[in-house]
């Protein structure tokens, strides 16, 4: 059964920096590529950041591109997003996420995501 648990949500100030964390089991973690998508208070699922299984191509939303960054440590099952200069628009629940068959998949009703995490730009 695949698990995902999100980490690293918090308070944050516009202009600040986030680091979240999803530790992942029940799958083969190297072999699946994954995602992290958000949700705002009041709209739909976002599809925000997707990594290959290797680690080697990562891929962004306009709206975070050179903002943020997604990595993974498969060595530890671990997923990461570096978020940097971030704006109040940000505020959302963050999600680690991935698909099924472990294909890179970019609309975020498909897949399967953890808990999330709450991060809140605010002054």
């Known amino acids: 059964e695949v698990q995902l648990v999100e980490s690293g949500g918090d308070l944050v100030q516009p202009g600040g920096s986030l680091r979240l964390s999803c530790a992942a089991s029940?799958?083969?973690?190297?072999?699946?590529?994954m995602s992290w998508v958000r949700q705002a208070p009041g709209k739909g699922l976002e599809w925000v950041s997707g990594i290959l299984s290797s680690g080697r191509s990562t891929y962004y939303a306009e709206s975070v591109k050179g903002r943020f960054t997604i990595s993974r440590d498969n060595a530890k099952n671990t997923l990461y997003l570096q978020m940097n200069s971030l704006k109040t628009e940000d505020t959302a629940v963050y999600y680690c996420?991935?698909?099924?068959?472990?294909?890179?998949?970019?609309?975020?009703?498909?897949?399967?995501r953890g808990q999330g995490t709450q991060v809140t730009v605010s002054s």
């Open positions: 996420a991935t698909y099924y068959s472990g294909a890179l998949v970019t609309d975020p009703s498909q897949l399967l």
């Open positions: 029940g799958f083969t973690f190297s072999s699946y590529s």
